[in-house]
């Protein structure tokens, strides 16, 4: 059930309804309901894998108590191994097993020796799997940290760990956070309501028109890349960024949207990061419940940069390396992460990495300055070079992608596979990134204009532009699903 269709709408006004009128009075049996309505959710992609959440769900949960409960640290220890060991080995058996295979068989090939029977299995990747399995991860983590007390109400601990707005592509939440609300008695607030049906539908903009209708371009030049020229490839790098944005960030504000229904508040996933001046700056725009998780389990335990420069600058390898093949089982990924580490690198030892931790471009002005708007460039033409192994459908596939850009520069123009024409695509990208600009100050606020003429004639824009750019015929599923 996707979020940018018909069925997912007819089934969130029914949860909606009976969770504020019929059960508005009960918390236990609101969760019930949004337990339900959660694996309802899930399981018509594939009920089979409702085990493997319940399982998890009931791992943690148990876990979660006995590192609470022991006294030895050594015991609290072995428990979250056990949660870690779990959970892993869950992401990695679905995920990576046939990965690691082929990557084993082609280095025996490299020595000489060839296996005939490589033992991969028709493994089927269970949707959301990387990111359940991290949130409930964090709730056994920060119990351990002692962040954390476990909750007692396996209901509410099952709904964090299910609830069915963010529960296939993130926000990846702590349960300081979601399952405190879970826990709580939520109200009904009438602006909460507004707030989060205006989040709803510039998600449900950003996917459709943005991208889902560069889609096809991006597919078109990534699959003939051997026959465009080298500005048409530059094209299909920067209309790439701009699909996965708008169909991840997308997401990530109709499930903040939808959670806030239910008078839940998620954490924002993205603020704008195209608007960067500096890679650092984009790593705290960028998918920001997981550079967070990194930076929160992995990143500090390890000693984060107290440490000399030489660790880390190790602490920052192991962390984008792992957040790329976190991604997916693909050496693209991890050349994807590799490469983000070789941009961050020289951020963190020249003392930059915090610079712009706070603030937006532009911030008390009207326009950047020259120096903001070249930082900008700068910082996008990297995130741009990137997404070439992000999309790629092999290492080699990548690098041939990058010698016919950098190896014999040649402009082209670029026609559309359609007959579309190129221009609309241009100017809607360009009016695109201006409103973002405009916006920029609260990613949580799409439609900020005081004054009412002007708000709605930009919510008519954006309704017009779902309904020309809808097509019912075209599965476009979001892009983070098979992650």
């Known amino acids: 059930?996707?979020?940018?269709?018909?069925?997912?709408?007819?089934?969130?006004?029914?949860?909606?309804?009976?969770?504020?009128?019929?059960?508005?009075?009960?918390?236990?049996?609101?969760?019930?309901?949004?337990?339900?309505?959660?694996?309802?959710?899930?399981?018509?992609?594939?009920?089979?894998?409702?085990?493997?959440?319940?399982?998890?769900?009931?791992?943690?949960?148990?876990?979660?108590?006995?590192?609470?409960?022991?006294?030895?640290?050594?015991?609290?220890?072995?428990?979250?191994?056990?949660?870690?060991?779990?959970?892993?080995?869950?992401?990695?058996?679905?995920?990576?097993?046939?990965?690691?295979?082929?990557?084993?068989?082609?280095?025996?090939?490299?020595?000489?020796?060839?296996?005939?029977?490589?033992?991969?299995?028709?493994?089927?990747?269970?949707?959301?799997?990387?990111?359940?399995?991290?949130?409930?991860?964090?709730?056994?983590?920060?119990?351990?940290?002692?962040?954390?007390?476990?909750?007692?109400?396996?209901?509410?601990?099952?709904?964090?760990?299910?609830?069915?707005?963010?529960?296939?592509?993130?926000?990846?939440?702590?349960?300081?956070?979601?399952?405190?609300?879970?826990?709580?008695?939520?109200?009904?607030?009438?602006?909460?309501?507004?707030?989060?049906?205006?989040?709803?539908?510039?998600?449900?903009?950003?996917?459709?028109?943005?991208?889902?209708?560069?889609?096809?371009?991006?597919?078109?030049?990534?699959?003939?890349?051997?026959?465009?020229?080298?500005?048409?490839?530059?094209?299909?790098?920067?209309?790439?960024?701009?699909?996965?944005?708008?169909?991840?960030?997308?997401?990530?504000?109709?499930?903040?949207?939808?959670?806030?229904?239910?008078?839940?508040?998620?954490?924002?996933?993205f603020k704008f990061p195209f608007f960067s001046r500096n890679i650092a700056e984009f790593w705290r725009r960028w998918h920001i419940s997981l550079s967070s998780w990194f930076q929160a389990y992995v990143y500090i335990p390890l000693g984060g940069s107290r440490q000399s420069k030489v660790i880390t600058i190790r602490n920052v390898l192991i962390v984008f390396l792992i957040s790329g093949f976190w991604h997916g089982a693909n050496w693209t990924f991890v050349v994807w992460g590799l490469l983000h580490a070789l941009f961050f690198i020289p951020v963190l030892l020249l003392g930059k990495n915090n610079t712009y931790k706070t603030g937006i471009i532009a911030q008390n002005t009207l326009l950047p300055s020259v120096k903001e708007l070249l930082k900008v460039c700068y910082v996008f033409s990297l995130v741009t070079l990137s997404w070439v192994f992000f999309r790629a459908e092999s290492i080699k596939d990548a690098f041939g992608y990058l010698y016919r850009i950098f190896g014999n520069f040649s402009f082209e123009a670029y026609l559309h596979p359609s007959g579309y024409r190129m221009i609309d695509y241009y100017v809607l990208i360009l009016v695109f990134v201006l409103y973002e600009y405009v916006i920029r100050k609260n990613e949580r606020a799409p439609f900020q204009f005081k004054n009412k003429f002007l708000r709605f004639f930009v919510y008519a824009v954006v309704v017009f532009a779902m309904l020309l750019f809808y097509d019912s015929g075209v599965d476009r599923s979001f892009i983070y699903f098979q992650f």
């Open 1 to 269: 059930m996707l979020f940018n269709s018909l069925e997912f709408f007819v089934f969130l006004i029914v949860v909606y309804l009976l969770h504020w009128i019929i059960l508005r009075k009960s918390l236990k049996f609101q969760n019930i309901l949004l337990l339900l309505a959660s694996y309802f959710f899930y399981g018509l992609w594939d009920w089979r894998f409702l085990s493997l959440i319940l399982l998890s769900t009931i791992v943690d949960y148990y876990v979660g108590i006995q590192i609470f409960s022991s006294s030895k640290a050594s015991v609290k220890k072995a428990w979250l191994l056990v949660s870690v060991i779990f959970n892993i080995g869950l992401l990695g058996f679905f995920k990576y097993y046939n990965f690691f295979i082929d990557s084993w068989v082609d280095l025996v090939a490299m020595l000489g020796y060839n296996i005939t029977n490589t033992w991969t299995l028709k493994v089927i990747l269970p949707v959301g799997i990387s990111f359940y399995t991290f949130q409930t991860m964090s709730y056994s983590l920060d119990i351990y940290y002692k962040k954390l007390k476990p909750t007692i109400h396996f209901l509410s601990f099952a709904t964090f760990v299910s609830f069915f707005p963010q529960l296939v592509a993130g926000p990846i939440e702590r349960a300081s956070n979601l399952l405190s609300q879970i826990d709580s008695k939520r109200d009904f607030n009438y602006k909460q309501q507004v707030d989060g049906i205006k989040l709803i539908v510039w998600g449900l903009f950003k996917k459709v028109v943005i991208a889902d209708a560069v889609a096809p371009i991006v597919d078109d030049i990534f699959s003939n890349y051997q026959n465009y020229s080298s500005s048409t490839l530059v094209l299909g790098a920067i209309f790439f960024g701009f699909q996965i944005y708008g169909d991840f960030s997308g997401y990530s504000d109709i499930a903040i949207g939808t959670a806030k229904l239910f008078g839940v508040e998620l954490m924002s996933n």
